[in-house]
């Protein structure tokens, strides 16, 4: 399985982004899928989750300004961003989780900047 993500750029403060990332190879065993990030000098963190039944989970600093969405018929997710903040500069990397084997798959990050 590869992760192909995309939608990153460069916005102003309270902006909005929209992210996607598609899935090629066999997804029929995808179940979770998410997005992290990763700030320069910070470990890499989870923004959003979403699970096969559709039970999204939030990090507290993006709860009510982001939404996850997902299909894993598609293997596809996607994460809208609003009101953007300068903190919210990192690379974006979607994530996906194979039930079946355990199995953790990365997109390749994309570079989302938020300037004041």
């Known amino acids: 399985v590869q992760l192909q993500a995309s939608g990153g750029g460069l916005v102003q403060a309270g902006g909005s982004l929209r992210l996607s990332c598609a899935a090629s190879?066999?997804?029929?065993?995808?179940?979770?899928m998410a997005w992290y990030r990763q700030a320069p000098g910070k470990p890499r963190e989870l923004v959003a989750s979403?699970?096969?039944?559709?039970?999204?989970n939030y990090a507290a600093s993006v709860k009510g300004r982001f939404t996850i969405s997902g299909d894993n018929d598609k293997g596809t997710v996607y994460l809208q961003m609003n009101s953007l903040k300068t903190e919210d500069t990192a690379v974006y990397y979607c994530?996906?989780?194979?039930?079946?084997?355990?199995?953790?798959?990365w997109g390749q990050g994309t570079l989302v900047t938020v300037s004041s």
């Open positions: 994530n996906m989780v194979d039930f079946l084997t355990g199995s953790h798959y």
């Open positions: 979403i699970d096969s039944g559709g039970d999204t």
């Open positions: 190879g066999s997804i029929l065993t995808i179940n979770d």
